[in-house]
């Protein structure tokens, strides 16, 4: 694994352009250099270089960051951001006593048995497996930690599929690693990885996830372990692959939010292709984050209440019944957004919740 060290050089070519300030959502809302990337590398540099220590103040400016990726898309000095800041989070959890606790509450006696507690308990509400005997395709699924508890998207799952004679494999994923990244556990991350790893090459004709977020972790794994990348796609590119068609009875209003995390959505206007009587208004900056980004609203909460107040205004401008979105994570900064910019009639749902309340599927 990667030490900051080993980032001397990417930190070097950064060339101080500021592009990654007209991208930034949190340099947007606090005129804070230190809070975006080209602020952040220039105190990392100067760690790299034993100027500056790791201190709580530069790990203030670290945990000020959504992850949403934004500037590393734009990045002219093609700096992977993110990874960095990921390590340097690493480097300073390890000094620190608060991570000898978060090691705990990540471990196998908190985490771990939260999920088998939760996947034991939801286990009478979740559908009877299909089980075919020529199947037509053979289907990988990564079970992101919320739905591993909540059994709702596996029934949402078996609704829009019924028709299709496709095997859906469902082994015991650990988490996806990225609450663990998050907070500088990189042994934990390592852990869930390298497990994973071995149950993503079983024998399956595609790999999908239910989470925009699991997904883009799992892609990520190559990055920080030097494995072979992961094909993994969101259940929509199925959905969309599929050719599945959803009629509703009713004429529905809905518009899209885009996870940070979600790499491509060419798949939801194919998907609505194929849905009858669904009308679509695009919202302003649909692709900008909700404001949720795990810890982040809880170590900033007045940024993200920004965050969340203005996703929830974009939303209602549209006068639509639902806002429909592919990451748990997601569904609860819409909610607060929506809540906080006082919508009460647009209903946030995920992209297989919606589909699944079509009166046909065919
Ligand atoms: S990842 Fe997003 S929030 Fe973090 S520095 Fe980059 S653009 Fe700003
Ligand atoms: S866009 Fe990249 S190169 Fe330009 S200032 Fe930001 S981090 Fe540095």
Same mark, same amino acid.
């Given at each position: 694994?990667?030490?900051?060290?080993?980032?001397?050089?990417?930190?070097?070519?950064?060339?101080?352009?500021?592009?990654?300030?007209?991208?930034?959502?949190?340099?947007?809302?606090?005129?804070?250099?230190?809070?975006?990337?080209?602020? !952040?590398?220039?105190? *990392?540099?100067?760690?790299?270089?034993?100027? +500056?220590? %790791?201190?709580?103040?530069? $790990?203030?400016?670290?945990?000020?960051?959504?992850?949403?990726?934004?500037?590393? $898309?734009?990045?002219?000095?093609?700096?992977?951001?993110?990874?960095?800041?990921?390590?340097?989070?690493?480097?300073?959890?390890?000094? &620190?006593?608060?991570?000898?606790?978060?090691?705990?509450?990540?471990?196998?006696?908190?985490?771990?048995?939260?999920?088998?507690?939760?996947?034991?308990?939801?286990?009478?509400?979740?559908?009877?497996?299909?089980?075919?005997?020529?199947?037509?395709?053979?289907?990988?699924?990564?079970?992101?930690?919320?739905?591993?508890? @909540?059994?709702?998207?596996?029934?949402?799952?078996?609704?829009?599929?019924?028709?299709?004679?496709?095997?859906?494999?469902?082994?015991?994923?650990?988490?996806?690693? %990225?609450?663990?990244?998050?907070?500088?556990?990189?042994?934990?991350?390592?852990?869930?990885?390298?497990?994973? %790893?071995?149950? *993503?090459?079983?024998? @399956?004709?595609?790999?999908?996830?239910? @989470?925009?977020?699991?997904?883009?972790?799992?892609?990520?794994?190559?990055?920080?372990?030097?494995?072979?990348?992961?094909?993994?796609?969101?259940?929509?590119?199925?959905?969309?692959?599929?050719?599945?068609?959803?009629?509703?009875?009713?004429?529905?209003?809905?518009?899209?939010?885009?996870?940070?995390?979600?790499?491509?959505?060419?798949?939801?206007?194919?998907? +609505?292709?194929? &849905?009858? $009587?669904?009308?679509?208004?695009?919202?302003?900056?649909?692709?900008? &984050?909700?404001?949720?980004?795990?810890?982040?609203?809880?170590?900033?909460?007045? %940024?993200?209440?920004? *965050?969340?107040?203005?996703?929830? !205004?974009?939303?209602?401008?549209?006068?639509?019944?639902?806002?429909?979105?592919?990451?748990?994570?997601?569904?609860?900064? +819409?909610?607060?957004?929506?809540? *906080?910019?006082?919508?009460?009639?647009?209903?946030?749902?995920?992209?297989?919740?919606?589909?699944?309340?079509?009166?046909?599927?065919?």
């Amino acid at each position: 694994m990667k030490k900051l060290k080993d980032f001397q050089n990417e930190l070097n070519k950064c060339s101080k352009c500021g592009l990654c300030q007209d991208v930034c959502p949190i340099f947007e809302l606090s005129s804070n250099e230190c809070a975006v990337s080209k602020g !952040k590398f220039i105190m *990392l540099h100067g760690v790299t270089k034993g100027d +500056l220590k %790791l201190s709580k103040n530069i $790990n203030k400016y670290i945990d000020m960051c959504l992850k949403c990726g934004k500037c590393n $898309n734009s990045c002219s000095a093609g700096i992977d951001v993110c990874q960095i800041l990921n390590t340097a989070k690493y480097e300073y959890m390890n000094g &620190c006593f608060i991570s000898k606790i978060v090691k705990f509450l990540h471990g196998s006696f908190i985490f771990g048995n939260f999920i088998r507690f939760g996947k034991l308990i939801s286990k009478p509400f979740r559908p009877k497996k299909n089980v075919s005997k020529n199947p037509t395709m053979k289907v990988l699924y990564f079970k992101g930690c919320v739905n591993q508890v @909540c059994p709702k998207t596996d029934n949402y799952l078996h609704k829009i599929f019924k028709n299709r004679d496709i095997e859906i494999i469902d082994p015991d994923f650990d988490c996806c690693g %990225l609450p663990f990244l998050s907070e500088g556990n990189m042994e934990r991350f390592e852990q869930a990885a390298k497990y994973n %790893l071995k149950l *993503l090459s079983t024998d @399956c004709d595609y790999i999908v996830a239910d @989470c925009a977020s699991c997904e883009s972790t799992v892609k990520d794994y190559s990055k920080y372990f030097n494995t072979e990348p992961v094909e993994i796609y969101p259940w929509g590119n199925l959905i969309a692959l599929q050719k599945i068609h959803f009629k509703f009875n009713k004429n529905i209003k809905v518009t899209f939010h885009k996870p940070c995390h979600l790499s491509n959505d060419a798949f939801f206007s194919q998907i +609505l292709g194929n &849905c009858e $009587n669904v009308e679509y208004t695009e919202m302003k900056d649909y692709d900008s &984050c909700c404001g949720m980004a795990g810890t982040f609203a809880i170590k900033n909460s007045n %940024l993200a209440k920004k *965050l969340m107040t203005k996703k929830g !205004k974009n939303i209602s401008e549209t006068n639509t019944d639902y806002v429909i979105t592919t990451c748990p994570a997601c569904i609860v900064g +819409l909610k607060a957004g929506l809540f *906080l910019a006082g919508n009460r009639k647009t209903k946030v749902v995920s992209l297989l919740e919606f589909l699944a309340k079509a009166d046909e599927i065919n």
